[in-house]
């Protein structure tokens, strides 16, 4: 490590910069101290340019922090330390750091306040994060250029520390054999000893603003204990409980709205090679499929009966001797040629002899003469007028012709549709299919336990219903399902499982810990630990409203940045299965190229009065029949609709779109039913 050269990542925050890219000087002049005055120790490996967005910044930084195959060694940052209201920088940032280096900051403000007093209004910031140095710059060249020589020379030593170097090693020789290295001289600590002298009541009374600043603003702006903005956040669970947000950070989002953002933001379904088997149903095709052969491949027959040769006027009167038999047997030898006046006996199926043009049904006929030992026929009587060619025949390729387009892109193979069968017939092997994503399901909470543990229950402790209702709810559907288990209410916890379950699902589903409670780290732990993005963390509806959906980036195994899926559904268990099927399956279906996504939506009449919620539409859990007398769609209510109320699941097939309201919505009032099973008959 002492020897190699340190790898060095840029991020540039500027939002103008993110849109043109060619206004950023700071950039440069980082890269050309890095290069003149970095006596050949760095590497500048990669520059990125983001908005002023905290998500975005940190995301950007835990790719390098957390998952950079390349072990970024140093981060710098440049723009986003003031205090105008975009500069989220050092908030972003501080969120992030394992350590804090509070001498990198002393450091860079006490060469800045020796050229100009505002350098009181930057706000720096400076730690660790996994093996990686994070160090923010100011956005204007001339600060960022002279921060980072403030603190360059030291910053090999903090990179090597970092990533793991023996300290005993490291520091053998003492101190001034590490000023030697790192080329500080005596008199260059000398100067910034008396610098710091002269300018230390300054910049203490600045480094007490800017820590009290940088840590109560930092998670203060992340945590929102004001109004939301436009950038929201999660809690930072290490602030405890009595600085927790009273409030959610997250927009409320109507329903429809949710599912724009999940259609937007739900990776694009895979490709793969299916064989044409028993496992294929279920998948959608991602390619149109062409037959390879025409069906069918010779002139058979439809019916059982005899082949002739029809005159030209289409009478077929008399006794015809039976020349030939065609059985449908592959294999046979080749039939002779018939001639008018001669008649085959064909079985349905079976190819036409050469030169026949029709086929009497053997109904429409009366043997006459047999063999002697009476097995076999000699000859038949015909009595048909008005026979015409063609007649019970199916000809080369009249059901399909070679290179038809059988089954289009798109379309679903089912089990009880005939896809399968349309496909063998055309002698198809292969086809191209979207891949069904693997479903993982996660339950959360200290107070959860197997829901088949032996024993009595102690105090507070609750029996996993969720997971097995996920479970089957998903398997219901068609997807491979992986349990994932229980997660404790631990941030490293958490942490870990959901980095494990990544590695071995498409999308995470987990249940509980994404209401306001202390406890619940669900949010802050997907966008805190893991660098991914909340989309929505609040739904208006009932039941449901802490529904949240993420997406984390993360390495395939080719190593390229792909997205993974996350859904946080609420740990209630009506709350769980209601937001599965109205969010999480519509995902699933995007990602295995089924459309339209989602639960069949259809009109049904309400058959009783159902009372409404008063400021939000709710998804009713109830029962969907046909009426015996009307035949119409009728819906009844499974009971109490409390999200804790396992009970109201029971027999439920469907979940009535309701909207909110203060009277109660009357019997005979037609409303759409999202169908989760089969419509039952004759209620």
Not at 36 to 57: A, C, F, H, R
Not at 180 to 187: L, V, Y
Not at 201 to 206: D, G, L
Request: charge should be neutral; include cysteine.
């Amino acid at each position: 490590m002492a020897e190699g050269r340190l790898k060095v990542a840029l991020l540039i925050v500027s939002t103008t910069a993110a849109k043109d890219p060619s206004t950023d000087s700071a950039g440069l002049a980082l890269s050309n101290v890095l290069e003149e005055q970095g006596g050949g120790k760095w590497d500048l490996v990669e520059t990125k340019i983001v908005s002023d967005v905290v998500v975005q910044i940190q995301r950007q930084i835990m790719l390098w922090a957390d998952v950079a195959a390349e072990g970024i060694n140093l981060i710098v940052t440049t723009g986003g330390t003031g205090f105008a209201t975009a500069d989220n920088t050092p908030e972003a940032v501080s969120a992030l750091l394992h350590k804090q280096a509070p001498g990198l900051v002393h450091g860079m403000l006490s060469a800045s306040l020796q050229v100009t007093p505002f350098a009181m209004m930057s706000r720096p910031v400076a730690g660790v994060r996994n093996k990686t140095v994070i160090v923010t710059l100011p956005g204007s060249p001339k600060g960022a250029k002279e921060n980072l020589e403030a603190i360059l020379k030291m910053l090999p030593h903090a990179c090597q520390q970092a990533a793991g170097m023996d300290s005993r090693t490291l520091h053998a020789g003492g101190v001034k054999k590490l000023e030697e290295d790192a080329g500080i001289s005596a008199d260059a600590k000398h100067t910034h000893s008396d610098s710091h002298h002269d300018h230390g009541h300054s910049h203490h009374h600045n480094h007490g603003q800017n820590h009290g600043h940088g840590h109560g603003h930092g998670h203060g702006n992340l945590v929102r204990h004001t109004a939301p903005g436009a950038n929201p956040m999660s809690n930072d669970p290490s602030l405890g409980p009595s600085r927790r947000s009273r409030e959610s950070p997250f927009p409320m989002l109507t329903v429809d709205d949710a599912l724009r953002k999940i259609r937007e933001n739900t990776p694009a379904p895979e490709i793969i090679t299916s064989k044409v088997d028993t496992s294929l149903a279920g998948r959608v095709l991602a390619k149109d499929v062409s037959a390879r052969e025409h069906v069918p491949g010779f002139r058979a027959s439809i019916v059982d009966g005899y082949a002739v040769v029809v005159p030209k006027d289409g009478r077929m009167n008399g006794v015809f001797p039976v020349v030939s038999i065609s059985h449908a047997a592959p294999g046979e030898s080749e039939v002779k040629e018939l001639k008018e006046g001669e008649i085959a006996r064909i079985t349905t199926g079976a190819p036409l002899p050469p030169g026949a043009t029709s086929v009497i049904m053997v109904e429409d006929t009366v043997l006459k003469t047999t063999t002697d030992d009476g097995k076999e026929e000699i000859e038949v009587e015909i009595a048909v007028d008005g026979v015409q060619q063609g007649e019970n025949i199916r000809e080369i390729g009249s059901d399909i012709k070679a290179g038809d387009v059988v089954i289009s892109k798109g379309e679903l193979v089912s089990a009880v549709g005939g896809e399968i069968g349309l496909l063998a017939a055309v002698g198809v092997a292969e086809v191209k299919t979207y891949r069904k994503p693997v479903v993982g399901v996660l339950s959360t909470g200290d107070e959860i336990v197997n829901h088949d543990r032996t024993g009595d229950l102690r105090l507070g402790e609750v029996r996993d219903t969720n997971r097995i209702t996920l479970m089957c709810a998903a398997k219901e559907q068609g997807f491979e399902v992986v349990d994932l288990g229980i997660a404790a209410d631990k941030p490293g916890t958490l942490e870990q499982t959901l980095r494990d379950a990544l590695r071995r699902v498409d999308i995470v589903i987990t249940s509980g810990g994404v209401s306001m409670g202390e406890l619940d780290l669900l949010k802050p732990t997907i966008e805190r630990s893991l660098g991914g993005t909340i989309h929505f963390g609040r739904v208006s509806m009932k039941p449901g409203k802490p529904t949240t959906f993420a997406t984390v980036p993360v390495k395939n195994n080719a190593g390229e940045r792909i997205s993974k899926v996350i859904f946080s559904l609420p740990g209630n268990p009506a709350s769980a299965l209601v937001t599965f099927h109205l969010f999480v399956l519509p995902s699933l279906h995007q990602m295995s190229g089924i459309s339209p996504a989602g639960l069949t939506q259809v009109p049904v009449v309400l058959a009783h009065d159902f009372p409404l919620d008063k400021s939000r539409p709710e998804y009713h859990r109830a029962v969907v029949g046909v009426d015996s007398s009307s035949g119409r769609l009728m819906a009844t209510s499974t009971g109490g609709q409390r999200s804790s109320k396992v009970g109201s699941l029971r027999g439920a097939n469907c979940l009535l779109c309701l909207p909110s309201g203060k009277e109660p919505m009357k019997k005979g009032t037609q409303v759409d039913a999202l169908l989760m099973g089969g419509i039952r008959s004759g209620i």
